[in-house]
């Protein structure tokens, strides 16, 4: 078959579907636990653009019934019938956001994770930009709120900002990684950064 960029329905749509996940997003954070083992039993996990909670399913296994995993994100995420999972509405960018983020959780997160993804407009430029200011706000997160010796994953529209962006990480973490998970889409121009040991 010709190499189509787009296909709704691929395998890993179809393993998702099998497997009770909500997203084949799930299928890229764990590529990522596995081959960079950020996640352990009993951390707490902040997931940023949770919605409709592909990525919180294999972090609520990852982290185990001692861990906790926050999500939010701008539409409401269904109930996952975990008790330890707690999930709110909220928009990043806003002024109130750090408040509500507090309110969530007081401690410090182990790992921040964001799959923040702006609604594409087609404009490549403005879509890049709103992705970066999406990654950015994940990582200013990751600063303030997460904990010294802690992991980021945070995903980004390659484009012309993602050398300046990979130099704040490399800022702020030991080693600083970039994947591009299996469960990509063909054609996407999404990739992740993963920090690692936060400083
Ligand atoms: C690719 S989806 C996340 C999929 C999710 N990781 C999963 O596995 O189910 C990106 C999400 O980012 C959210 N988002 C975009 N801008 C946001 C913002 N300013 N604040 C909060 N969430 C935002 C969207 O609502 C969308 O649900």
């Known amino acids: 078959m010709a190499n189509r960029p787009y296909q709704p329905k691929d395998r890993f749509f179809k ?18 636990a596995r081959r960079f083992r950020i996640f352990e039993k009993g951390q ?3 997931d940023m653009g949770a919605a409709p909670g592909g990525f919180l399913q294999i972090l609520l296994d990852e982290v ?3 861990g906790t995993v926050v999500g939010v ?9 975990r008790p330890n999972v707690k999930t709110a509405v909220a928009d990043v960018l806003a002024d109130d956001f750090d408040a509500l983020l507090l309110a969530l959780h007081r401690g410090a997160f182990d790992v921040v994770v964001s799959d923040l993804a702006p609604k594409t ?4 430029d403005v879509d890049e930009a709103r992705s970066i200011a999406l990654a950015g706000k994940a990582l200013e997160v990751s600063a303030t709120r997460g904990r ?5 994953v945070a995903k ?3 484009g012309r900002d993602f050398e300046a962006f990979r130099a704040e990480l490399r800022k702020l973490f030991r080693e ?12 996407s121009m999404e990739i992740y950064l993963v920090g690692l040991d936060r400083l």
């Open 15 to 32: 393993q998702a579907k099998a497997e009770g996940l909500r997203a084949r997003s799930a299928f890229k954070i764990d590529e990522i």
């Open 44 to 46: 707490t996990v902040l």
């Open 64 to 66: 185990g019934p001692k």
């Open 73 to 81: 994100d701008l539409v409401p995420i269904r109930p996952l019938n």
């Open 121 to 124: 407009t087609g404009i490549k």
């Open 148 to 152: 010294a010796g802690g992991h980021f």
């Open 156 to 158: 980004l529209f390659m």
């Open 176 to 187: 600083v990684k970039v994947v591009r998970p299996e469960a990509t889409r063909g054609g």
